[in-house]
């Protein structure tokens, strides 16, 4: 999902009353910024991260699962029911999961991400119940109603014993009692529902905490113990110790033997002293601290008394419940010889063994160890088979300065197979044959699937020009791989 977005009064009107439109392949992962789209589209950038007792669910471009830390996976396509678009929800309780797609959407003001509708599996994931993105009828004249899934896209799901909810952007805050057969909408003001006209009928974020249902929307944070008849608004503006803003994209709950907390995502809105930040409260909402000024959080997981935090500059994580932080250095994967390059980390999942997996805008990652040693997991169609050719490079088109963002850097593989153990090189040329840079020299590689990486800049460090760049792959015992690179500022 893309990053929110504040929409002014005529254009918002204007998206939720378009006419027929068509869909454009997959839409990003929560709150993704324009940039990681081509990850996205290779699967590689992963927004939502589940564990349903052995089994873990990723969500990217596709719903994945494994049931062995990683060793295998499955790919749940199409073809058994699930809707258009990249996954933007995970939802499990039970042998139940719920999912949410999203697409992009074509119209004459622009592309815009659209809800794919929503569903469900009680077989792990071999068949699904799907239904489309819930709107409301043209004829609706008890609240101004959202009847298209154009800026209506699903963000997050909650699932109580008896009651499912969703949180959308236009279509505010939805709850079914009929496992998905209807929706009703609920607002947590007690005001006819306005997408429009009221910022807390547009909605991010719900979880269920016990018998309570807390709920983020572009107003603020939202508390109900009746299951949503009634709520209780918290806001930037209505406490004195209060959230740091009112764009509430993100909630969790940790639950120790010690304490109960409740966090929160909190982003700037409309006020001028809103900032962004996380947001936590241990007693109800009644007052809150902000910490991590300045981050946008995506996502929180937990461990005992130990929080990670999901933001766009890292992976951060407390072990004293939020008082002091460290955030994590960059990735690394050294028996694969893979590394994550990005700072945006949207998903992390503490296991039932208490592994840590973490799905940012350039894979996912799983440690045992506290991060000593990682696991990286990637998207990427395997060369020499299939028809697929010895070599290739992604992106490509590459932008030095917009893919894979890493410590001021961007990055493009040169991916290739290595049927025996060998010696491998590669080189950049430029259109002309002239050697630009040298990116591995000798190095040693087993049997398996690898990706040299280049950071779009020569021998002396400075940045090549837009253009064409050839690239040679050596390895003993073979003839020399040649593929190119288009380079784009």
């Given at each position: 999902?893309?990053s929110p977005?504040?929409?002014?009064?005529?254009?918002?009107?204007?998206m939720?009353?378009?006419?027929?439109?068509?869909?454009?392949?997959?839409?990003?992962?929560?709150f993704l910024l324009?940039?990681?789209?081509?990850?996205?589209?290779?699967?590689?950038?992963?927004?939502?991260i589940?564990?349903?007792?052995q089994?873990?669910?990723?969500?990217?471009?596709?719903?994945?699962r494994t049931?062995n830390?990683?060793?295998?996976w499955?790919?749940?396509?199409?073809?058994?029911?699930?809707?258009?678009?990249?996954?933007?929800?995970?939802a499990?309780?039970?042998?139940?999961?719920?999912?949410?797609?999203?697409?992009d959407?074509?119209?004459?003001?622009?592309?815009?991400?659209?809800?794919g509708g929503?569903?469900?599996?009680?077989?792990?994931g071999?068949?699904?119940?799907?239904?489309?993105?819930?709107?409301?009828?043209v004829?609706?004249?008890?609240?101004?109603?959202?009847?298209t899934?154009?800026?209506?896209?699903?963000?997050?799901i909650?699932l109580t014993?008896?009651?499912?909810?969703i949180?959308?952007?236009?279509?505010?805050?939805?709850r079914?009692?009929?496992?998905g057969q209807t929706?009703?909408?609920i607002?947590?003001?007690g005001?006819a529902?306005?997408?429009?006209?009221?910022?807390?009928?547009r909605?991010?974020?719900?979880?269920?905490?016990?018998?309570?249902?807390?709920?983020?929307?572009?107003?603020?944070?939202?508390?109900?113990s009746?299951?949503?008849?009634?709520?209780?608004?918290?806001n930037?503006?209505?406490q004195?110790e209060?959230?740091?803003?009112?764009?509430?994209?993100?909630?969790?709950v940790?639950d120790t033997?010690?304490?109960?907390?409740?966090?929160?995502?909190?982003?700037?809105a409309?006020?001028?002293?809103e900032f962004?930040a996380?947001?936590k409260t241990?007693?109800?909402?009644?007052?809150?601290?902000?910490?991590?000024?300045?981050?946008?959080?995506h996502?929180?997981?937990?461990?005992?008394?130990?929080?990670?935090?999901?933001?766009?500059?890292?992976?951060?994580?407390?072990?004293d419940?939020?008082d002091?932080?460290?955030?994590?250095p960059?990735?690394r994967?050294?028996?694969?010889?893979r590394?994550?390059?990005?700072?945006?980390?949207y998903s992390a999942?503490?296991?039932?063994?208490?592994?840590?997996w973490v799905?940012?805008a350039?894979?996912?990652?799983?440690?045992?160890?506290?991060?000593?040693?990682w696991t990286?997991?990637?998207?990427?169609?395997?060369t020499?088979?299939?028809?697929?050719?010895?070599?290739y490079?992604y992106?490509?088109?590459?932008?030095?300065?917009?893919?894979?963002?890493y410590d001021?850097?961007?990055?493009?593989?040169f991916?290739y197979?290595?049927?025996q153990e060998?010696e491998?090189?590669l080189?950049v040329?430029?259109?002309?044959m002239?050697?630009v840079?040298t990116?591995?020299e000798g190095?040693v590689?087993?049997?398996g699937?690898?990706?040299e990486?280049?950071?779009?800049r020569?021998d002396?460090?400075?940045?090549?020009?837009?253009?064409?760049y050839?690239?040679?792959?050596?390895?003993?015992?073979?003839?020399?791989?040649?593929?190119?690179?288009?380079?784009?500022?």
């Open positions: 999902m893309k977005k504040i929409l002014c009064a005529g254009f918002f009107w204007i939720l009353q378009t006419g027929p439109v068509t869909g454009a392949g997959t839409a990003p992962a929560r324009d940039q990681d789209m081509e990850d996205y589209e290779a699967g590689n950038s992963v927004g939502s589940v564990s349903q007792g089994t873990v669910w990723v969500g990217a471009s596709d719903l994945s049931d830390d990683g060793e295998s499955t790919n749940i396509n199409r073809g058994r029911g699930i809707g258009l678009g990249g996954i933007g929800a995970i499990v309780r039970n042998d139940v999961i719920w999912i949410s797609t999203i697409l959407s074509t119209t004459d003001l622009g592309t815009f991400d659209t809800g929503v569903g469900y599996s009680t077989d792990g071999l068949t699904w119940t799907w239904f489309p993105q819930p709107v409301d009828s004829d609706e004249t008890r609240y101004k109603p959202t009847t899934p154009i800026q209506n896209p699903t963000y997050d909650a014993p008896s009651e499912v909810w949180a959308s952007w236009a279509g505010g805050l939805r079914s009692r009929d496992n929706w009703q909408v607002t947590v003001d005001l529902f306005d997408a429009l006209g009221q910022l807390t009928h909605a991010f974020s719900i979880v269920a905490d016990g018998d309570v249902l807390w709920a983020g929307t572009a107003g603020g944070v939202h508390k109900s009746d299951s949503g008849e009634s709520w209780i608004t918290f930037h503006q209505n004195d209060s959230i740091s803003g009112n764009f509430v994209v993100a909630l969790g940790q033997p010690d304490r109960h907390i409740i966090w929160a995502a909190t982003v700037e409309l006020g001028e002293d962004r996380v947001s241990e007693d109800g909402g009644l007052t809150w601290q902000t910490m991590l000024h300045g981050e946008f959080a996502n929180f997981a937990f461990d005992d008394s130990v929080v990670y935090v999901t933001t766009d500059r890292g992976l951060y994580k407390s072990i419940y939020g002091t932080w460290a955030v994590f960059q990735i994967d050294d028996r694969q010889y590394e994550m390059y990005t700072t945006k980390i999942l503490v296991d039932e063994e208490e592994a840590l799905g940012g350039d894979g996912l990652a799983r440690t045992a160890d506290n991060g000593l040693t990286v997991f990637r998207s990427f169609p395997v020499e088979q299939d028809g697929e050719p010895g070599t490079a992106p490509n088109p590459f932008s030095p300065m917009r893919h894979n963002l001021g850097d961007g990055y493009v593989r991916q197979h290595v049927s060998t491998v090189s080189k040329y430029d259109f002309g002239n050697l840079t990116v591995a190095m590689r087993s049997p699937d690898y990706a990486v280049w950071n779009g020569n002396v460090g400075d940045m090549v020009a837009n253009g064409v050839f690239y040679q792959i050596s390895m003993r015992g073979r003839d020399p791989l040649w593929g190119k690179v288009m380079v784009v500022n």
